[in-house]
């Protein structure tokens, strides 16, 4: 019982620690923290006649969606130009537009209705771009999850486009409510609530309907789903201490990954061939991220640097980002697990800086700091703050899609 109270403590003091704390691909991570920031494509967006106000709101909104990729600086004139018109139409706007680079253009036209319409044109348009010009992974369409805590047990969640625009509040239970993780279809979100008075795992279907995925006895938490949707790690109690489990959704079989009597676990995340799952566990006494064989239940110990290591998010390309504690502070770090904690790379300064969670392209982090969300460009931009609105924000999840 005291481990899973100083788990349950760990919750509400940091928001969950991305779930209670939480083989790679062959392809190499993109994790190169130049400080300098990446080579960037100048974009003019000068020959756009967008006369209306939602046509001003589509292009205000590609050009922060441009700038936020990470590939691209609007200017009054640049090497790529986006022309055409952009008018409005009834309620929505009619656009008609062409995007210029030596030697290349595509022509792109769109109809839409309503203001989230008319912004949501605008992130297809942006990450079109980042995909033909830049030849990388677009993240506009992509949506952010996170929680606003009120108190020590009282919060609800939110979410909100990537670039922190149409935010919106999807649970109004105001209790203690942490780790929301979206499911790879980027609809569904598993979180921790204490919505019956004990943390139990909830299912949000497409940010309307809410069943209860774990409510055993004790400890129900730290929600993962595998890159194939099929089954859900969680960290469960009900047979005494916090330990790994691997739930399969169409079955509701449970295996126990985890054996560690005098441990508690945290914070499950899996590769991205499902494989295995990276986790937090203090059974050498401080928090650690660790490695578990599903298929052979075999765990490893991945770092040793720093008090404290917890919050992995394991993306698609390869990387683990996590919070690590280091001179008093936590700071964002990330690493290739196929070369150790050797190769881990500090993207942010000393701070408070938690949760990290990869967007999609594999180069930006969201991560909380202070109760404010920001944007970590791993290849060096600054950081970004996500909200001007105020709360004590905190456990950012981003969407795959």
Same mark, same amino acid.
Request: charged letters at 20%; glycine letters at 10%; proline letters at 5%.
């Given at each position: ?176 409510? /942490?780790? =929301?993780? $979206?499911?790879?279809? &980027?609809?569904?979100? !598993?979180? #921790?609530?204490?919505?019956? +008075? %004990? ?110 290591? /917890?919050? =992995?998010? $394991?993306?698609?390309? &390869?990387?683990?980002? !996590?919070? #690590?504690?280091?001179?008093? +502070? %936590? ?71």
């Amino acid at each position: 019982m005291q481990r899973i109270r100083w788990v349950l403590c760990l919750m509400a003091v940091a928001g969950g620690v991305s779930g209670v704390f939480a083989q790679s691909a062959a392809r190499p991570p993109l994790i190169s923290v130049v400080k300098k920031g990446a080579d960037k494509n100048t974009v003019s967006l000068a020959g756009v006649q967008a006369p209306g106000p939602y046509g001003q709101i589509f292009v205000k909104t590609l050009a922060r969606d441009l700038e936020l990729s990470g590939w691209f600086k609007v200017a009054p004139s640049g090497a790529v130009a986006v022309k055409g018109s952009v008018a409005d139409a009834g309620s929505g706007i009619q656009s008609g537009c062409r995007v210029e680079w030596p030697g290349k253009a595509f022509n792109w036209s769109r109809a839409s209705l309503g203001q989230a319409e008319v912004r949501r044109q605008a992130h297809q348009l942006a990450d079109e771009m980042v995909k033909l010009i830049a030849g990388e992974t677009g993240i506009a369409q992509t949506r952010i999850v996170f929680v606003n805590r009120r108190g020590r047990n009282n919060a609800d969640l939110y979410v909100c486009d990537a670039d922190g625009q149409n935010v919106m509040q999807i649970t109004h239970d105001n209790v203690a409510a /942490v780790g =929301p993780r $979206w499911a790879p279809n &980027g609809r569904d979100i !598993y979180y #921790t609530s204490f919505l019956k +008075g %004990y943390p139990a795992v909830y299912r949000m279907v497409a940010g309307t309907e809410r069943k209860a995925l774990a409510a055993f006895k004790g400890l129900n938490t730290g929600a993962a789903i595998s890159p194939d949707g099929s089954r859900a790690a969680l960290i469960l109690s009900y047979q005494g201490n916090p330990e790994l489990y691997v739930l399969t959704l169409s079955g509701g079989n449970l295996t126990r990954l985890t054996q560690t009597p005098h441990g508690s676990e945290a914070s499950p995340c899996w590769s991205p061939d499902g494989r295995s799952i990276v986790y937090v566990s203090d059974i050498d006494r401080t928090p650690q991220l660790y490695l578990v064989d599903v298929a052979t239940r075999r765990s490893r110990r991945l770092t040793y640097k720093g008090s404290e290591n /917890v919050n =992995p998010d $394991w993306h698609a390309k &390869g990387g683990i980002v !996590y919070a #690590t504690k280091r001179g008093g +502070g %936590y700071q964002i770090a990330a690493f290739n697990p196929q070369e150790g904690e050797r190769s881990a790379a500090m993207v942010t300064p000393p701070g408070s800086y938690e949760h990290p969670s990869w967007a999609a392209d594999g180069r930006h982090v969201v991560c909380s700091n202070g109760g404010a969300l920001y944007i970590l460009d791993t290849l060096g931009d600054p950081a970004v703050r996500l909200l001007n609105i105020a709360g004590n924000w905190m456990s950012p999840d981003w969407s795959e899609r």
